[in-house]
């Protein structure tokens, strides 16, 4: 029973809402320069890429986190069946 519990506090904790970052600032990629002329496509491109990197980054850590819980109960989950044949066979 204490490995069922575990593994469902687990499965739950992965299921419930975690904040990640997946935002970019589009107004910034329309931005003009001091000529009055809107960026061109290779610019554009280059910001968001650097934007990327950095929610990547950020959301890089939370997920490994998340597929920590989640292994946990899967481990829990094995041992919980483990036991149950082991009762089941004795």
């Excluded at 290779?42 to 650097?50: D, L």
């Amino acid at each position: 029973m204490i490995s069922f519990a575990l593994c469902s506090a687990c499965a739950i904790w992965v299921l419930l809402p975690h904040r990640f970052v997946f935002a970019l600032r589009g107004d910034a990629l329309l931005t003009v320069d001091a000529h009055g002329r809107t960026r061109d496509i290779t610019e554009a491109y280059r910001a968001v890429t650097a934007w990327s990197k950095l929610y990547a980054h950020a959301n890089n850590g939370r997920i490994a986190r998340l597929s920590d819980w989640l292994t946990a109960s899967g481990m829990l989950l094995s041992i919980e069946i483990l036991l149950r044949v082991v009762n089941l066979i004795g």
